[in-house]
């Protein structure tokens, strides 16, 4: 789950620092992404706590110093959609469980370039910069079937005042690479 967490009044307005696995502290902006365990019997939250482990910038390095990332941090992450492995069949769809999401910012809320997209392996924890998919104020993107299992599309939304619709198609191993231990050809 998305959500923007600030230090409260009457400290000085800024972000909850949060630690990645290798004790990186991220303390700027405010979007984090967070899980829940919910047990589907009794409908209560049994665990959660934030979903990031490790973190890799728009040149696929692991982040080691918050310089890494535009603004020191993560900013404005808006919705986002979760897509389970092989959603249209046997080798179709994303190889892992991924959480996309984006940065719902522009240089008009302050930012130097436009928003990154996002994706985030569930079971590892890893979170992938994907600056193969452009700067934008991005508001989600939909998993798209290719009808084949070499390829796959995503269409996103840039939220900016009239932008369309963007179509991103590539072979699965080129985006794959970057957020799946496990791709194939």
Same mark, same amino acid.
């Given at each position: 789950?998305?959500?923007?967490?600030?230090?409260?009044?009457?400290?000085?307005?800024?972000?909850?620092?949060?630690?990645?696995?290798?004790?990186?502290?991220?303390?700027?902006?405010?979007?984090?992404?967070?899980?829940?365990?919910?047990?589907?019997?009794?409908?209560?939250?049994v665990d959660g706590g934030l979903?990031?482990?490790?973190?890799?910038?728009?040149?696929?390095?692991?982040?080691? %110093?918050? *310089? #890494?990332?535009? !603004?020191?941090?993560? +900013?404005?992450?808006?919705?986002?959609? /979760? &897509?389970?492995?092989?959603?249209?069949?046997?080798?179709?769809?994303?190889?892992?469980?991924?959480?996309?999401?984006?940065?719902?910012?522009?240089?008009?809320?302050?930012?130097?370039?436009?928003?990154?997209?996002?994706?985030?392996?569930?079971?590892?924890?890893?979170?992938?910069?994907?600056?193969?998919?452009?700067?934008?104020?991005?508001?989600?993107?939909?998993?798209?079937?290719?009808? %084949?299992? *070499? #390829?796959?599309? !995503?269409?996103?939304? +840039?939220?900016?005042?009239?932008?369309? /619709? &963007?179509?991103m198609s590539a072979r699965r191993?080129?985006?794959?690479?970057?957020?799946?231990?496990?791709?194939?050809?």
């Open positions: 789950m998305n959500h923007e967490i600030e230090v409260p009044w009457p400290r000085v307005l800024g972000a909850f620092p949060f630690t990645l696995a290798n004790g990186t502290v991220i303390a700027k902006g405010g979007a984090r992404i967070s899980y829940f365990d919910i047990d589907k019997t009794s409908r209560r939250v979903a990031i482990a490790r973190m890799y910038d728009r040149s696929g390095n692991v982040v080691t %110093n918050p *310089s #890494q990332l535009e !603004l020191g941090g993560l +900013d404005r992450m808006c919705s986002a959609s /979760l &897509y389970e492995p092989q959603s249209f069949g046997a080798g179709r769809g994303l190889v892992n469980r991924i959480y996309l999401t984006g940065e719902e910012t522009a240089t008009s809320f302050g930012h130097p370039h436009g928003g990154t997209f996002w994706a985030l392996d569930t079971a590892s924890g890893d979170f992938w910069a994907l600056p193969d998919l452009g700067r934008g104020s991005w508001e989600n993107a939909a998993l798209i079937d290719t009808g %084949n299992t *070499s #390829q796959i599309a !995503l269409l996103l939304g +840039d939220d900016a005042e009239a932008r369309p /619709l &963007y179509l191993t080129h985006l794959l690479r970057r957020i799946s231990s496990n791709a194939t050809a």
